[in-house]
């Protein structure tokens, strides 16, 4: 059986090693995990030493070995980690050879997932439209009517909720499936689906909503009928959600609530708003007083105000509330306990922000681009400087796909993603904003400007969306909770700190 066990990269170039390479450090003691296979072809063409103790491997790379993803190695067991760059760092991998893990992992695709892969690539060639694509892939601005039609085409299809339960019209796909449909829609250069409905009020409905709830608002948000946008933040109150003040007083059948949301992506767009409002201020505990309320954006004493970000987009706004009705059957849960809503959104809204379809694909036209942009006279990608800022992001890139189809590998097991999610929100918006910062380098000074000043320039619109976008990617690190508060979660969850 032919494997491969990890990839390396090299003179800009990635290889991937399997067993056919050379293993030259093959005895080794035998109360150590099976590294031999995997020492043999890196120590001797690629690092400067590769070793283990303590459960840790650690790697230290040549001078122009740019970077080392590896996997795996030896036939059931696995290393996750990146050895990176240049020979100036060195990386620590952790690995678990417990027979636990041994017979549980495994990172390969099936032939039944390669199948779907295939079945999903072909019918997205002959179903995305041209034009739709045509502004992903050049960073073109996305009208409401791009993305419902987007939206509907799936829905037609049956694949636009595939999380959701089958009785919902869900697809049924396992989650590796799940990870193969996004990411091929991603390196397709298809729309994002608008998560405020199908992946943040859905499962919040799916999970506390009421049999009618889910009657009135499932359908519809699954048709694209009901567009939704996300009433959390408040001016002083974004990592520190705890402390919102939009108040929600009962009055009859009624809330009547009153204040102020922020930040409110799309919210020009939306039917409906799902907020979060204190029902009552007098709680010891801020979490205890509040609730989670759905609000129809058409309610007397809504108005929506445009922010403009610094891309000049029209993207976010801010939503004022002057005594808003809101009946009491549009509250989900318990009055009060709307924290226990809120967190849970959260989590799902932090598993899509990893976007690796769609970074592999702008990763691949950075690397065009760069070929044919001539420096001096020679092409930047033969630049060491400027290749080794790619190879960069091309090695966290790897990792980070692999380190997400380990996660995957752990549901398919049947456990639940905790606080791992964050490391998956941090790594996938840092390479976002990587890449853009890169296909800024290779446009060099035309990327300065907005839109062509002269139509005779050399210059064109794709050059022309690089500031606007470079720009918008900032948000990248802020929006679905800043990556310094991610790093909170992990150092608390995950490292005990
Ligand atoms: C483009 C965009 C779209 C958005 N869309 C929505 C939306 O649709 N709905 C919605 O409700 N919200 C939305 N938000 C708001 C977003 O969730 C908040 O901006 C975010 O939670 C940060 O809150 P803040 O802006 O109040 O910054 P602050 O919380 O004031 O943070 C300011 C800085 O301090 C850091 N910081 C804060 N606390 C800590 C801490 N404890 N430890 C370490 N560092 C800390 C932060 O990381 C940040 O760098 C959006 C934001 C952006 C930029």
Redesign the pocket.
Known sequence: MTMSWGSVISNGRARTLGTGDACAICPGPSNQPPLPHLQGALAGNYLLSLTYSDNLLRLRPRRDTAGVVLWRWDDQSCMIGTAVIGGMLVSEAVSDNSPERRSRMDLNYSPEEEAFRDEVRVWLRENLPDDLRDKVVNYRELSKADLLRWHQILAKKGWVAPDWPIEWDGTNWTVVQRYIFEEECGAAGCPPLMS?GLRMCAPVLLRFGTPEQKQRFLPRIYHGEDFW?????????????ASLQTRAVRDGDDYVVTGQ???????HYADWIFCLVRTDPNRPKRQEGISFLLIDMRSPGISVRPIT?MDGGH??NAVFFDDVRVPLENRVHEENDGWTVAKYLLGYERMGTGRIGASKRELARLKELAAKTIKDGKSLLDDPRFRDRITRVEVELMALEITNLRYLDQLRGGRAPGAEVSLLKIKGTEIQQAISELMMQTAGPLAQLFRPMDPEADFDAFTASLAPRYL?M??T?????????Q??IIAKATLGL
Request: some cysteine; proline content about 3%.
């Open positions: 405020f946008c996300q009433g959390y933040s408040e001016p002083g109150s974004g990592s520190d959600l949301k922020i930040w409110t992506t799309l919210a970000l993207e976010v918008n900032r948000k690190t802020i929006y679905a909770g800043s990556n310094e508060i790093r909170n």
